[in-house]
């Protein structure tokens, strides 16, 4: 069976730290994808990755970086977390391909006192 | 610029009921479309897709769409829904470059 891994499904930290998610996919896919998941206002991209070492940026990519050296691991960097960044961050991943449909994990609830 | 609309933020159905989730999209090409369901604290689950052939899709858990291009709509329809389908419902159009947009979700609540 498909699977996407995220390493935490909570964690708690303090503004000014710097925030590791972690991300890990068995499908072999070559697209992974985090998205920012807020009330009212659905799932909006961060970044993505189509390859090794790749990376663009999505819609709302300030106060986030992201790292991709290995093939199934995707790992989003909140270098200095804020409050604003409190929310449920979800990782997908998708083969190249036009018709391929996102897998996602079962999230990261992200809180920042 | 792509963009989905899901015009209802809260919809509740009497458990029996039929159900219609609505969605717009806003895209220049021929889209891909899909339809996720996301139960609480969970990922999104696929629900169906739609590329090309027959508007009408069907998917898992009884659950259907159809694409209508003159309307811009990928409405998602469910004849008898059952107190397990409260969720929350996500419409995503996918471009040519893999990327996806989402809509800001339908939840649903089902009356016993």
């Known amino acids: 069976d498909v699977k996407v891994t995220q390493s935490s499904r909570y964690l708690v930290k303090r503004t000014g730290e710097k925030v590791f998610l972690e991300c890990v996919q068995d499908?072999?896919?070559?697209?992974m994808f985090w998205y920012r998941q807020d009330p009212g206002l659905g799932l909006r991209l961060i970044y993505f990755?189509?390859?090794?070492?790749?990376?663009e940026k999505g819609d709302i990519p300030e106060g986030y970086s992201v790292s991709r050296e290995k093939k199934e691991r995707f790992s989003l960097i909140l270098e200095s977390a804020s409050t604003n960044q409190t929310s449920m961050y979800l990782c997908?991943?998708?083969?190249?391909?036009?018709?391929?449909?996102?897998?996602f994990g079962e999230g990261s609830r992200l809180t920042v006192l | 610029a792509q963009s989905v609309t899901q015009p209802d933020i809260h919809i509740t159905v009497s458990e029996g009921a039929s159900l219609e989730l609505r969605c717009n999209y806003s895209?220049?090409?021929?889209?891909?479309l899909f339809w996720y369901v996301q139960s609480p604290g969970q990922g999104l689950q696929l629900l169906l897709k739609?590329?090309?052939?027959?508007?009408l899709v069907q998917g898992i858990k009884g659950f259907e769409a159809e694409f209508k291009r003159s309307q811009s709509s990928f409405n998602l329809r469910k004849p008898s829904v059952h107190w397990s389908d409260a969720a929350e419902y996500f419409c995503?159009?996918?471009?040519?470059?893999?990327?996806?947009?989402f809509g800001s979700g339908t939840k649903l609540n089902v009356k016993p």
């Open positions: 997908a991943s998708s083969m190249t391909s036009a018709t391929g449909e996102l897998f």
């Open positions: 499908m072999d896919h070559e697209n």
């Open positions: 990755s189509y390859d090794v070492k790749m990376k």
């Open positions: 895209y220049g090409a021929t889209p891909y």
């Open positions: 739609y590329f090309s052939g027959d508007t």
């Open positions: 995503a159009v996918g471009d040519n470059f893999n990327k996806f947009y």
